[in-house]
């Protein structure tokens, strides 16, 4: 027998626009809740009372997962729009399908990268340089419909 002929796109971690879309708004919301109810209800919880404070304030961990989660909020509303543009269009282009994938496994990946390792880290650095070419490449797909 032989094997027969892929047909779906061969782009590891593909996604369409809207799936794109909605992973981006869905990490977004996680990373958010995350940090507001992990942290902050501690925060709440201990207030006034500093000693039982002080492994939250200090915390190198805690510290850049709030830096990743303000990083990511930067970035998930500029992504998920154009995804969602993208998605109305209904479009096959394989430039946006390039640049959907390049951009949300970056945006996810970074977010995990620094809370996991800190930054300045090559993992974390590198899922950056993900996002910003997955941008790119949607930024120019956006610009040649709209020129």
């Known amino acids: 027998n032989r094997p027969t002929k892929r ?3 061969t782009i590891m971690f593909s996604y369409t626009p809207l799936q794109g879309a ?7 919301t996680l990373t958010r809740v995350f940090v507001s109810f992990g942290l902050r209800t501690a925060q709440f919880l201990f207030k006034g009372n500093e000693k039982a404070l002080e492994p939250f304030e200090n915390n190198s961990y ?3 997962l709030q830096k990743a989660q303000i990083n990511e909020s930067e970035y998930a509303g500029l992504i998920v729009a154009m995804l969602l543009f993208f ?3 209904e479009t096959t282009d394989e430039t946006v399908a390039l640049g959907t994938s390049l951009a949300v496994t970056g945006q996810i990946g970074y977010v995990w990268a620094r809370t996991a390792l800190g930054y300045p880290a090559i ?4 899922m950056a340089l993900i996002r910003y070419g997955g941008l790119g490449l949607l930024s120019y797909s956006l610009y040649q419909m709209a020129f």
């Open 62 to 64: 805690i510290k850049e």
């Open 7 to 9: 047909t779906t796109n």
């Open 87 to 89: 998605a109305t269009k």
């Open 22 to 28: 909605a992973l981006v708004a869905g990490h977004s």
């Open 123 to 126: 993992p974390a650095i590198s």
